[in-house]
């Protein structure tokens, strides 16, 4: 080796590609210092755009997912609504054994729902004896007596489903104020 090859910094350009001459040799591109700084940061500045795009597109997927997720669970809330509507109004005429079975069947069958659903992170909103909260209930009747606390919740005609920090159905309530 030569003494120039060991020290290209004692130089003004530096060679990108260095190769032994032979019969594949290809042309050999030369810079300045100053160019080479200057496609180094470029280099720096796209592989952090690429790592801010890979950031982005995870945060989104992330996003997208959670959004999906939480349409579905709308979307089964009023079967979980028609559940308790069907266990309110059991048959009361009939063998009781068969009666029963039928309540036990339909409660295992709610069970199960509410496992699925709590597994995706959905939890019932608590209303009953609450503040009334327009973030979290909705007051569909107000009722004055003087037993009841200003905004308080007295009664709760729908359930309200959250997901996370999402809301996905508020309460629908009612809601007692003290006699004016």
Known sequence: ???EKQQPEDKQEVDLHRQDSGP?????????????????????RLQADF????????EERIRLREQAQGDLVTALLPVLDHFDLALSHTPTQGDEEVRNAFLDGFKMIRRQLEE???EFGVQEIEAMGA????????AMLRVTDPKY???????????????????????QV???????
């Open 174 to 180: 009612q809601v007692g104020y003290p006699e004016e």
């Open 116 to 118: 699925v659903l709590s």
């Open 131 to 138: 503040t009334m909260d327009p973030s979290y209930h909705e």
């Open 51 to 58: 790592d801010n795009f890979r950031r982005r597109t995870a």
């Open 149 to 171: 606390r200003e905004g308080e919740i007295v009664q709760v005609l729908k359930k309200g489903y959250q997901m996370g920090d999402r809301v996905l159905r508020a309460a």
């Open 1 to 3: 080796m030569n003494e």
């Open 24 to 44: 594949e040799t290809e042309p050999q591109a030369v810079c300045t210092e100053e160019e080479w700084a200057q496609l180094k940061q470029q280099l720096l």
